[in-house]
Nanobody, 117 residues
Framework: QVQLVESGGGLVQAGGSLRLSCAAS????????MGWYRQAPGKQRELVAV???????NYADSVKGRFTISRDNAKNTVYLQMNSLKPEDTAVYYC???????????WGQGTQVTVSS
């Protein structure tokens, strides 16, 4: 199995920044896509950003220009740099891995991001 451990969440004021990290371990040889989903209270889980092994990325429209996803394949780690945070970014953020971007297979436990106004 693949195990994912997120870190970097916390409380930040609007306009601030956070960087989330997710380290993958286990059977990680064939992982193609890594990404981040989020779920706000009362809302369905939504895609935030994904990155393929070769570096190609895709972002939700709501975070384009503010968030940057990156990965270090040697360290089996994916990052999400979140700048210009807004209260509507408040959610639990989940790290994911999979073969294709639209179908996550492995999920982390989630890390809380709270943005105050």
């Amino acid at each position: 199995q693949v195990q994912l451990v997120e870190s970097g969440g916390g409380l930040v004021q609007a306009g601030g920044s956070l960087r989330l990290s997710c380290a993958a371990s286990g059977n990680i040889f064939s992982i193609n896509v890594m990404g981040w989903y989020r779920q706000a209270p009362g809302k369905q889980r939504e895609l935030v950003a994904v990155i393929a092994r070769g570096g190609g990325t895709n972002y939700a429209d709501s975070v384009k220009g503010r968030f940057t996803i990156s990965r270090d394949n040697a360290k089996n780690t994916v990052y999400l740099q979140m700048n210009s945070l807004k209260p509507e970014d408040t959610a639990v953020y989940y790290c994911t891995t999979g073969i294709v971007a639209t179908t996550p297979i492995h999920w982390g436990q989630g890390t809380q991001v709270t943005v105050s106004s």
